[in-house]
């Protein structure tokens, strides 16, 4: 299992505002961006973002991974996921 759970350090932001939005977990190297909105590549698997700022990936393989965040104004990439 992965589980990331999202923050603010600005008190006056509400989680609660992503909840929903899509977040992906790339087999590394990831995803290739090809410009635009347009991303190359499947993820491996899919979930959103619930009501508490929790993100939550059941049955995650061995590996290297490149996790997505869809926010609404722009995607976080975080590469080196390593689950042994």
Known sequence: MLLGIL?????????EAFE???VDLYAAPGPLWMGGDTW???PLLSTR????GHIVFSDVPEGEF???L???????IV???TIP
């Open 66 to 68: 490149v996790l997505v």
């Open 7 to 15: 923050t603010s350090r600005n008190a006056s932001e509400n989680i």
């Open 40 to 42: 190359v590549g499947k």
């Open 20 to 22: 929903g939005m899509v």
């Open 79 to 81: 590469e080196g996921l």
């Open 49 to 52: 973002i619930d009501d508490l």
């Open 70 to 76: 869809y926010l609404p104004a722009f995607e976080v």
